[in-house]
């Protein structure tokens, strides 16, 4: 057994006939004249000085030289020197001799020695004498010795006992470096998870003591620092206790020094602390180095490195090696992988196996892993069960498939939000799908902010015109939508914006919205991209958009275009055209063009 105590354990003095309340100390003796303090504290021994027997005792054991130091001490032990007993127990410990240590550790525990009182707790404890432990590290404790009082805290946080804390923080008041990690991880436990929910003055009282137990050189307290500071954005302290904890060996640190510095652009710095963190068995540090080569495209080194994350109980690894697979078309090994870390309970495995499975048509196998993901909390899994509810049509499949889009959607998950949003729409709940469609649009959905649009478009009221007449525009929320979607490229949003800016007689920027969604397929920009250039006199153009979207399925420009080569006398291609809008419609379109292609056909008949 080591010494037990501190240093100031080993040259504590006192008498068993001058007890104290407090105990006395003495500073630490230099290294520097060591041999002739020994000298002269023999002499004074011999001559039967029995203080200076008990330091004398003290400097050998301290040494490590038991033979010498035992006489010395049993000398002051005898002679009623409480330090020398306390110092006799340690000594007949590393003997081999606990309970002959005992029994002095307690003789010096009763005459009030708190160092031996903390000793014979331990002894207790060690024997499973829980009550005898208390007892003796509480003398300890309440006497103020720093290691009484953290052995104290540890065997009352061991029973859960709320008094742990107040023992704890009386231990890292006291310096003891242990004790304010421990503090710091059970406050930092109660005042709210990783991400730090706590109130700013719990969080303060947390980063306090992890930072006093750091400064003393505690690695984990160092890494834990490291991470309070990272979120909350003190990226270069946060990195420099990172560093600190990393040289002392923790991989942990090593491994999130990496991602920092790989945020920071210097990848390379990062795949040397991922390397070290890997080589110690991070598995997440084996894993960003997986990744870095996958990125490169060494595929082979990726494979190992998630190999060696997986065999370091990452399973991650599993589902890493799952996605490389699918990634090179190796389906049968990437659902091997995929499956194996879903059993293990990683949920975005569970999913990504599901959309495998669904991918090879298998509907029946994919629906319990969807269910497994979304139960254990992924968000796309939820979603995705929604698609699959959906797709089995209407009843109690829709109700199902609405239930799991609303789960994904309280998450937020974007496309979830948009889901709900057109089932509300549908079912005239105006409100509910303002709301969902507010949240989809806001995440990036152009759809949704196209939605959200023609919902407010359709409440707004007439403008109001001007006191002389003249229509005073101010650009609505439902505007602001359809630009929003319409620089997203959501195509009938473009259409939109290009009317709206043709009402206010602004032909360029109307021009401009019409041929973006007709470049990207839309039909109606492309006829409507047409009549603006008509207007503007670029006939021949117009005729080109016009054949663009008649092509595509628009019945007004297959009119439009049997009407230009009707007037240029191209009798037989006008009824052509004529007869594409016939069969294109709606009804008044399909009623006029008959009645063209009929004076066509009469006028070629002729």
């Not at 890493?320 to 990437?334: D, I, Y």
């Not at 759809?447 to 002389?468: G, Q, S």
């Not at 206010?504 to 109606?524: F, H, I, K, P, Q």
């Not at 603006?532 to 080109?544: D, I, N, T, W, Y």
């Amino acid at each position: 057994m080591d010494v037990m105590g501190d240093k100031a354990t080993l040259f504590e003095s006192g008498r068993f006939v001058q007890p104290s309340a407090e105990e006395p100390t003495r500073d630490e003796l230099t290294e520097t004249g060591d041999a002739a303090e020994e000298v002269r504290l023999g002499l004074a021994a011999q001559s039967g000085d029995t203080e200076a027997s008990s330091v004398l005792g003290a400097m050998l054991l301290r040494r490590g030289d038991l033979d010498g130091a035992e006489p010395q001490l049993r000398a002051a032990t005898a002679a009623g020197d409480r330090a020398a007993a306390n110092n006799l127990g340690v000594l007949l410990h590393q003997r081999g001799y606990p309970e002959e240590a005992a029994g002095w550790w307690r003789i010096a525990a009763v005459a009030g020695s708190a160092a031996a009182a903390h000793a014979l707790g331990r002894y207790h404890r060690e024997r499973g004498d829980e009550p005898a432990a208390e007892y003796w590290l509480r003398q300890s404790a309440e006497q103020g010795h720093v290691l009484g009082a953290y052995a104290l805290a540890d065997l009352l946080e061991h029973r859960g006992d709320v008094a742990a804390e107040h023992w704890m923080r009386a231990a890292a008041e006291r310096g003891h470096r242990e004790a304010a990690y421990r503090l710091a991880r059970a406050l930092d436990r109660k005042a709210g998870p990783e991400e730090g929910t706590g109130s700013d003055n719990a969080v303060a009282e947390v980063e306090q003591w992890y930072r006093q137990a750091a400064a003393r050189g505690h690695r984990r307290a160092a890494l834990h620092l490291g991470a309070i500071l990272e979120r909350r954005g003190e990226l270069k302290e946060a990195g420099r206790w990172y560093l600190t904890s990393a040289k002392d060996g923790e991989a942990r640190a090593a491994c999130a020094l990496g991602f920092l510095l790989r945020d920071a652009g210097d990848t390379e710095s990062a795949a040397v602390w991922w390397l070290r963190a890997a080589q110690d068995g991070d598995g997440n540090a084996a894993n960003a180095l997986g990744a870095l080569h996958a990125e490169r495209g060494e595929t082979q080194t990726a494979e190992r490195w998630y190999r060696a994350a997986l065999d370091a109980g990452d399973d991650n690894g599993a589902y890493n090696l799952g996605l490389l697979c699918a990634e090179q078309g190796r389906t049968a090994q990437a659902e091997q992988w995929y499956r194996r870390a879903a059993y293990a309970g990683h949920r975005e495995a569970a999913n990504a196996l599901a959309i495998l499975l669904l991918q090879g048509g298998d509907t029946t196998g994919a629906e319990p892993w969807f269910s497994k993901a979304a139960e254990a909390g992924s968000v796309d899994a939820a979603f995705n069960l929604g698609i699959l509810y959906a797709g089995r049509g209407t009843g109690q499949h829709a109700e199902m498939a609405l239930s799991w889009y609303e789960r994904a959607a309280a998450a937020g998950h974007t496309e979830a939000a948009l889901q709900v949003g057109i089932a509300r729409l549908r079912a005239g709940e105006e409100q509910e799908a303002e709301r969902h469609l507010r949240c989809a649009a806001g995440g990036g959905s152009a759809e949704a902010a196209y939605r959200l649009a023609t919902l407010l478009d359709a409440r707004r009221p007439p403008e109001p015109a001007h006191e002389l007449g003249e229509i005073v525009h101010e650009k609505t929320e439902c505007e602001e939508w359809y630009e929003r979607a319409a620089t997203q490229g959501h195509r009938r949003a473009q259409v939109r914006v290009g009317m709206l800016a043709a009402a206010r007689g602004d032909v360029v920027e109307a021009a401009r919205w019409y041929r973006m969604a007709a470049e990207a397929g839309s039909r109606n920009g492309a006829f409507n991209l047409g009549l603006l250039l008509a207007r503007e006199g670029s006939g021949p153009e117009a005729a080109v958009w016009w054949t663009r979207a008649a092509d595509a399925g628009h019945g007004r420009a297959a009119l439009r275009l049997a009407l230009v080569y009707a007037r240029r006398g191209e009798l037989a291609e006008g009824q052509r055209w004529a007869d594409r809008a016939v069969a294109l419609g709606p009804a008044e379109v399909a009623e006029r063009a008959g009645r063209l292609r009929d004076a066509l056909r009469e006028e070629l008949s002729a």
